[in-house]
């Protein structure tokens, strides 16, 4: 009897268990968040859509029918209806100035999306009666005079009239720059400035105008931005929080910052490191680092080489998708060729190739994932060049590595690009810039950059924006142009053939732009095992007439699993920002990207 007992115990207990086990387990499967009633846009293949996504552990657990995900709904799930709304994967601008944006965007008028000229000058006029004294007003890039009614850019007449007693510096593009009297007065500017690589315009006086004239590249107004200035410490982290939170109004979620002018390392990722240790980083982020002084590169890489090893993919920011750090977009100063369409081609100077081989030599040694900037198909000719023959002496072996723009690439070239293993990182420079090529080079059938030529040919391929200082950083104007080939004025610069379709666009700018971090098996898709990020439309991006898509946003963004941004009726469901500052900032104002 006593063993009967005993064996009935132990059964007992051994059932116990194994409920408590099996409990464990479903406990363990149950999704923590649930989205159903979508219209969900899985991009594993064209046309493929589901109801119902269920999100655990900051992946996606399981899609399928509304029935099929909610078995998956326990005690603690969230359940989010989007009322039949569009859900596509996250956003990924695989080539942006995400970090020094943050460190700035609470100080800029956004002029980006504004529909006329006449509320642009009002802006700058409103903005300046709250600047302080000593402040700056500025607008940095991401406009053009075709996205104006007007279609024609400010004269200095109406920026002095306009704010008569304040500093002002207007950047267009990377070609002209725009100071009011306050700000020549400001910076000292006199008949006497000059820039080997700029013109500061004097008037029939002798006196400055206000204009400034890149000739051959940028330099000009980059140094005249950076006498401008900068917010405090604090300032720029709030500026950061808010950026990032614009980009997850747009829908984006992930960006690879190419570096830039400007932007330093490692002192001006301070901020945004701090923040990723503090789990406030909205934007997986990942970096490339782009050297300051020209003459210096080698020695730059050297020492990150040496010294730069931060942890993969931690807290979100991380460098490039890598286990090491990447190099990029200047690899030299010497190769890099602006696109100001304004003035005829630059020339790379003689000792480009030296320069450049000693470079890609060091980082393909160390296994340095590289990207270079290069628009024009005659630079890319003579990087070529030089990238063979490291990879004759020193193979590449499948390293990653990027041209970016490529406006004017030839089919020959993109076949030796794809021979050396590497992807071509695309953006919407010519929404912005087309009627001014085609003023400067006569009309064009061939499709700049030539991507539907890439795709052909079976290259890797990212789609982005060249956010901030020349493109706006917003992404959908770029979706925009790849499915219609029209410039911000309206302008068609491509054959019909040549438009992507809306599939192809969406997976340039989720898995395309994932391959430039090495992350296209993480993100990109919205299918069980990849990352939970993602965006809910106010419209259907697949059928909306084309016009409407240049407009579009978010209502609800996820990254990871978590609300980072809600409107309407999602708009509880994000969380809080500290208010924007300083006081007087004109994000507090107008906001970012402005709505139409």
Sequence with gaps: ??????????????????????????????????????????????GE?????AIRDGRIAATGSNAEVLKLQGAQTQVIDVGGRTVIPGLNDSHTHVIREGLNYNMEVR????????????MLREQAARTPEGEWVKVVGGWNEYQFEEKRLPTLAEINAAVPDKPVFILYLYGLGFLNKKGIETLGYTKDTKYNEGVVELGPDGKPTGLLVAKPNAMVLYTTLAKTNKLARADQVNSTLHYYRELNRLGITSAIDAGGGGQAYPDDYGVTVELAKEGKVSVRTSYYLFVQKPGKELED?????????????????YANGFTTEGAGENLVWSAADFENFLEPRPELPAHMEDELERVVSLLVKNRWPFRIHATY???????????????KATPLNGLRWIVDHAETVTDEQLRRIKKLGGGIAVQ??????????????????RQMPPIRKMLELGLPVGLGTDGTRVSSYGPWPSLYWAVTGKTAGGLATWRPQDVLSRHEALKLMTTGSAWMSGEEKLKGKLV???YADLAVLPADYFTIDAEKIKDLESVLTIVGGKVVHGSGEFEQLAPALPAVSPSWSPVKYFGGYQNR
């Design 1 to 46: 009897m006593k063993h009967l007992t005993q064996l009935l115990t132990t059964s007992m207990l051994a059932a116990g268990l194994l409920s408590a086990s099996a409990a464990q387990a479903q406990a363990q499967a149950q999704a923590t968040l649930i989205l159903k009633n979508g219209k969900i846009a899985t991009m594993a293949r064209d």
């Design 49 to 53: 859509f589901v109801q119902a996504l």
């Design 111 to 122: 002029w980006d999306g504004v529909r006329t000229l006449k509320r642009a000058m009002e």
């Design 301 to 317: 890489y050297q020492r990150w080489i040496a010294t730069a090893k931060p942890d993969r993919n931690e807290h979100m920011f």
């Design 377 to 391: 198909g005659e630079s890319i000719e003579r990087d070529l060049a030089v990238i063979e023959k490291v990879n």
């Design 428 to 445: 919407n420079r010519m929404y912005f810039q087309g009627e001014a090529y085609w003023k400067q080079y006569g009309a064009q059938t």
């Design 528 to 530: 069980k095992g990849q």
